[in-house]
């Protein structure tokens, strides 16, 4: 089933989907030349001994869509390097190719949690290794409408109040996206008028057909 997230703050009903590309990939230099003694060729590759082990699920069980970008529509693949030490840590993690600044942070900070590893071997000896992984940030056609929504509204760059069956909401909330009834957008004086300075970036009102889910 596919849902729709809510949140006070930045953004607003959305699934958010992250796609992730399969595991890793060694980088391109053939050359063992990092450092003088970190390998991009090695004859066993370094393995991530987190929780769950599959990078793939690592990242996609962390990895939070920032807000901003969400509202924005921004999408795409942020290309992360870094080095697997010989001791088993991760450390100079970089953009090797980036998306934008709030995708490309958030890439980094989540590849950055991924601290334990079993090292890489070359010539039956531990070395340290770089690696690359790709994340991708997608979204759904209904993120992306919602998202084009609020920038025809002008409501993008500036967080809205978002208001779910007649509350007003604080955390985010799930929400399957069939439940949604209609969406409605105050602006102005209106806005103000009935939500106080709270309103001043605008409201969207969500009403559903099912009742409000629990929020999270």
Do not use: C
Not at 10 to 39: C, G, H, R, T, W
Not at 150 to 168: A, Q, R, S
Request: proline share 6%; glycine share 6%.
């Amino acid at each position: 089933m596919r849902k729709i997230f809510i949140t006070s703050s930045k953004i607003a009903i959305a699934l958010l989907s992250v796609a992730l590309l399969p595991a890793f990939v060694m980088a391109e230099n053939p050359n063992p030349v990092v450092n003088d003694s970190v390998y991009t060729v090695v004859d066993k590759a370094p393995k991530f001994n987190g929780k769950p082990s599959r990078i793939d699920r690592f990242i996609r069980e962390n990895l939070i869509y920032p807000d901003d970008a969400w509202m924005e529509g921004i999408e795409g693949v942020v290309t992360v390097s870094f080095v697997v030490t010989r001791e088993g840590q991760l450390m100079d993690a970089k953009i090797e190719s980036g998306v934008d600044p709030l995708l490309d942070m958030e890439a980094l900070r989540v590849v950055e949690l991924m601290q334990s590893w079993t090292p890489a071997k070359k010539n039956g000896q531990l070395v340290h290794s770089r690696m690359v992984v790709p994340v991708s940030f997608s979204l759904t056609e209904d993120e992306k409408a919602f998202a084009e929504t609020l920038i025809n509204h002008g409501l993008e760059k500036n967080p809205p109040l978002f208001v779910l069956d007649n509350k007003i909401v604080r955390s985010r909330v799930h929400l399957p996206s069939y439940n949604v009834q209609s969406i409605r957008v105050l602006k102005g004086e209106e806005a103000v008028k009935r939500f106080g300075e709270e309103g001043k970036n605008g409201v969207v009102i969500i009403t559903t057909k099912r009742g409000t889910p629990p929020i999270r």
